[in-house]
């Protein structure tokens, strides 16, 4: 019995000190910070947000079109400095978001190259209006997984070193 209550007392305290090995390893962002989207190359300030599962940017989508046969998407995007960009992106699905009145709405949404410090992932970002929000996009769980740490105390914490990827 006493070898398994110092074995269990070994494992309690190796376990945590594994997950902080890993966890030093990874870049510490801000809760705000400069993102590149690609493949515009417009340059937005995003909330880090690990309550949401994927990203959203504020977006004024203008058309739908079929081209060889998919549906795509032609948005604009802005950043607070008024750059403009407008892009054209395959459809990927629709996704159903909860407001915060209670009630559902229909978004779009596409794949979009983010770049954050020397990272840069393709990402399923919904299209949202955002014109209530203060930022112009969220960067959620599917972005920030394994990649980053979230510091909710510091703010504009990397800068941008990915180079600009064409997105197919």
């Known amino acids: 019995m006493n070898l398994r209550f110092i074995f269990l007392l070994i494992m309690v305290s190796v376990v945590p000190l594994l997950e902080l090995a890993t966890a030093e390893n990874l870049p510490v962002v801000g809760w705000l910070e400069k993102v590149r989207i690609d493949p515009s190359g417009i340059q937005l300030v995003a909330k880090m947000d ?25 948005f604009e995007v802005w950043n607070k400095k ?65 990649a980053f740490l979230v510091d909710a105390a510091a703010k504009f914490t990397i800068k941008t070193a990915c180079p600009p990827m064409e997105i197919k």
């Open 50 to 74: 690990t309550g949401a599962k994927h990203s959203s940017i504020r977006a004024e989508v203008l058309s739908t079109f079929k081209k060889e046969g998919q549906t795509w998407v032609r």
């Open 82 to 146: 008024g750059k403009r960009s407008v892009l054209e992106r395959p459809l990927v699905r629709e996704t159903l978001i909860k407001s915060r009145k209670g009630d559902y709405l229909k978004r779009p949404v596409v794949n979009l190259g983010i770049c954050l410090g020397s990272i840069h992932k393709i990402v399923q970002v919904n299209l949202a209006p955002r014109s209530g929000f203060n930022y112009a996009m969220i960067i959620g769980r599917s972005f920030l997984r394994e």
